[in-house]
């Protein structure tokens, strides 16, 4: 069964880091692309970076470029999002998805085939 698990969330100052984990089972990096997405309160579910299959290319949503880091372990089978600068607007729930390469776009959660449960982030100011 595929399975990812989101972690790593927490409390933090505004101006403060974490790293999210997600920690997958059941498909390999080789053919799957894995992304973030998080859901602010009352807000729509959005996309945050994806890394695609062979942990290759790396993209990010505008609102956390040059902020947070995408990567991943192989011999871990984690995909992790190093997220630093946090801002009060970064709070909400993370998620990590997973998709068959080539048949997603990642900033549509619709196109993402599976979920983990989401890990919250509250970012104080």
């Known amino acids: 069964d595929v399975q990812l698990q989101a972690s790593g969330g927490g409390l933090v100052q505004a101006g403060g880091s974490l790293r999210l984990s997600c920690a997958c089972s059941?498909?390999?990096?080789?053919?799957?692309?894995v992304g973030w997405f998080r859901q602010a309160p009352g807000k729509e579910r959005q996309g945050v970076s994806y890394?695609?299959?062979?942990?290759?290319?790396?993209d990010y949503a505008d609102f956390v470029k040059g902020r947070f880091t995408i990567s991943g372990d192989n011999a871990k089978n984690t995909v992790y999002l190093q997220m630093t600068s946090l801002k009060p607007e970064d709070t909400g729930v993370y998620y990590c998805?997973?998709?068959?390469?080539?048949?997603?776009?990642?900033?549509?959660?619709?196109?993402?085939?599976?979920w983990g449960k989401g890990t919250q982030v509250t970012v104080s100011s």
């Open positions: 998805a997973a998709a068959l390469e080539g048949d997603y776009n990642p900033w549509e959660e619709q196109t993402m085939d599976y």
């Open positions: 059941g498909f390999s990096f080789d053919d799957y692309a």
């Open positions: 890394i695609s299959a062979g942990l290759g290319s790396t």
